[in-house]
Antibody
Framework: EVQLVQSGAEVKKPGESLKISCKAS????????IGWVRQMPGKGLEWMGIIYPGDSDTRYSPSFQGQVTISADKSISTAYLQWSSLKASDTAMYYC??????????????WGQGTMVTVSS | QSVLTQPPSASGTPGQRVTISCSGS????????VNWYQQLPGTAPKLLIY???QRPSGVPDRFSGSKSGTSASLAISGLQSEDEANYYC???????????FGTGTKVTVL
């Protein structure tokens, strides 16, 4: 079964660092892009960026460039999203999702269960 | 702020047909395929329609998608109570060089 399993909920203080994970199984991790999506409380979905684990090619949404870092460790089939200095406005649910890109099909077909990040003093 | 515009809400009684629109531009819907995601309360989004009108395995055929020019639509026929959810259109955008989601539509079954 193809699945993405994300790390558990986090509660952090402003200024702290954080790295959340997304472990893939059931498919070839290095041959599909993985993206990250933010959903602030009661709000819609926002695309943050994407990484190709095969060569670590990474693209960021302009809204998130410089605010987060996306990485991957292909030895353990895991993608990461990290912050060096959290802000209260980073409080949100974060989803990872596998990109299926073939011919004219280009969609996020498998999603993780989400990681809730709460930043509060 | 999203570049794909959807109505904030839609509703219908069981068995009715509901349609959700998604308006974009030439850099996204006009030149790329459209996907739709369903997000049930408290759960992760799920791919509902891909490549404008294709259903992944397991998605009921009462969900259908279409695209014309810079707009797309999702139709739910034979509305059921379990269809109460938020629905998002999405597409890649050449100008932003990234993926964009619609503003989202909350579907209520009356």
């Amino acid at each position: 079964e193809v699945q993405l399993v994300q790390s558990g909920a986090e509660v952090k203080k402003p200024g702290e660092s954080l790295k959340i994970s997304c472990k893939a199984s059931g498919y070839s991790f290095t041959t599909y892009w993985i993206g990250w999506v933010r959903q602030m409380p009661g709000k819609g979905l926002e695309w943050m960026g994407i990484i190709y684990p095969g060569d670590s090619d990474t693209r960021y949404s302009p809204s998130f460039q410089g605010q987060v870092t996306i990485s991957a460790d292909k030895s353990i089939s895991t993608a990461y999203l990290q912050w060096s200095s959290l802000k209260a406005s980073d409080t949100a649910m974060y989803y990872c999702a596998k990109r299926y890109y073939y011919d004219r099909t280009d969609a996020f077909d498998i999603w993780g269960q989400g990681t809730m990040v709460t930043v509060s003093s | 702020q999203s570049v794909l515009t959807q109505p904030p809400s839609a509703s219908g009684t069981p068995g009715q047909r509901v349609t959700i629109s998604c308006s974009g531009s030439s850099s996204n819907i006009g030149s790329k395929t459209v996907n739709w995601y369903q997000q049930l309360p408290g759960t992760a989004p799920k791919l509902l329609i891909y490549s404008n009108n294709q259903r992944p395995s397991g998605v009921p055929d009462r969900f259908s998608g279409s695209k014309s020019g810079t707009s797309a639509s999702l139709a739910i026929s034979g509305l059921q109570s379990e269809d109460e959810a938020n629905y998002y259109c999405a597409a890649w955008d050449d100008s932003l060089n990234g993926y964009v989601f619609g503003t989202g539509t909350k579907v209520t079954v009356l």
